[in-house]
């Protein structure tokens, strides 16, 4: 897969708003070993990308963390997570992962919706832009099921020092079924390392040959653990040659 990638890889590193607690980002249990599950290509994971006038990042913050409590109760949301970039902390990404086709639509017609798109109407700096994927790793309905921590229950200590890497890839047309299959071994190998607290690939919809890879880790020196072991050094030899120089 020397040749498969069509540009470098690029990144962006994001701060976790919501969830705000260590069990929020628990990687679901069916993902850590158990039987296996059929496979589900139905998921529509969206990115949503927000740019706030500054100094409006905090209330801009409260509103969306009203907003993602509200969200994970609908019947057709299976993940909905708020990230603010670490180098420029008025830009913001919502992560929204639908279970079903009709589940979005449903979305934005909710009370809580509605708080928060008028809540937060002039503190865009810009209009709000969107990408569409579709889920490679976790490949199952259950890799995505909104941890327990966040469904009610017990209150439990905020937590900052969370790292959210959203890495972007282009691969050469043709290849993308060959990249998804290296993603997919690196992804299982990272959820099994003890600093990472998500592993998810997906693939954009309007262009099949890009990728979203989404790695959390739980502390600070997780991501450099992750460099050294043996998947990613598997996965990162394996698409080298890839990528444009």
């Not at 990042?57 to 993940?79: D, H, I, M, P, W």
């Not at 259950?142 to 790292?163: H, I, K, N, Q, R």
């Not at 990472?196 to 890009?210: H, I, P, W, Y």
Request: aromatic share 8%.
């Amino acid at each position: 897969v020397a040749d498969m990638m069509a540009e470098p890889r690029s990144a962006l590193k994001y701060s976790n708003v919501k969830p705000d607690t260590f069990s929020g980002w628990d990687v679901p249990a069916s993902l850590m070993g158990g039987a296996d599950e059929a496979a589900s290509d139905s998921l529509l994971c969206v990115h949503v990308f927000v740019s706030v006038t500054k100094g409006n990042e905090e209330k801009f913050k409260t509103f969306c963390a009203a907003n993602a409590a509200g969200s994970l109760q609908e019947k057709g949301v299976a993940r909905f997570d708020v990230l603010q970039q670490q180098d420029d902390e008025s830009k913001f990404c919502l992560i929204e992962v639908y279970s079903n086709k009709d589940a979005p639509a449903a979305h934005k017609e909710t009370s809580h919706y509605a708080a928060w798109r008028d809540a937060v109407a002039d503190m865009m700096a810009e209009p709000r832009s969107a990408l569409k994927y579709s889920n490679v790793k976790p490949d199952t309905f259950s890799g995505w099921d909104v941890p327990a921590s966040l469904m009610g229950g017990a209150d439990e200590a905020a937590s900052d020092s969370l790292l959210c890497v959203h890495v972007f890839v282009s691969v050469t047309k043709g290849n993308e079924e060959k990249f998804k299959t290296f993603c997919a071994a690196n992804a299982a190998g990272s959820l099994q390392e003890k600093g990472v607290a998500r592993f998810d690939v997906l693939q954009q919809q309007d262009d099949e040959s890009k990728f979203c890879l989404i790695e959390v880790y739980s502390n600070k020196d997780a991501p450099a653990a992750h460099k050294e072991t043996s998947h990613y050094a598997a996965w990162r030899d394996a698409v080298a040659d890839m990528m444009a120089e």
